[in-house]
């Protein structure tokens, strides 16, 4: 999967700011791109937690799965995180603290298996 380094920033950035909650958004992508990310009205960042109503998704068929950040530095998706991966897309990213570079992003795949991240310029 490859993923615009203005959407890595974002991605980044916005969890850098709400640590030491959780971030989560949803995330779009163009020919296999992750291009932006969406915040989704009413999700709640909380300090152990992020809940997204996935009744306010918008009909998008360009969402190809979610982001959520993890203050205490672990890519390790929870149970939970695997069943919401499951319903919401195909790509998911996990954000770790210190939230510096593409090394504390990782992406996994609808059933949780990691999978390679790229990023590019374009």
Known sequence: MQIKKDALN??????????????????REENDI????????????GDSF?????????????IAGSI????NSSFSPSREDLVFFGKTGKVHLIARYPYRDI????????TGKRIPLHVIDK
């Open 68 to 71: 959520h950040s993890h203050p």
């Open 10 to 27: 974002f991605i980044l950035g916005v969890s850098g700011e709400v640590y030491p909650n959780e971030f989560g958004g949803m995330l």
């Open 34 to 45: 992750i291009t932006e990310v969406l915040i989704i009205p009413g999700t709640t960042f």
């Open 103 to 110: 090394n504390d992003v990782a992406a996994y795949s609808k």
């Open 50 to 62: 992020t809940s997204t109503p996935l009744y306010m998704l918008p009909i998008d068929f360009s």
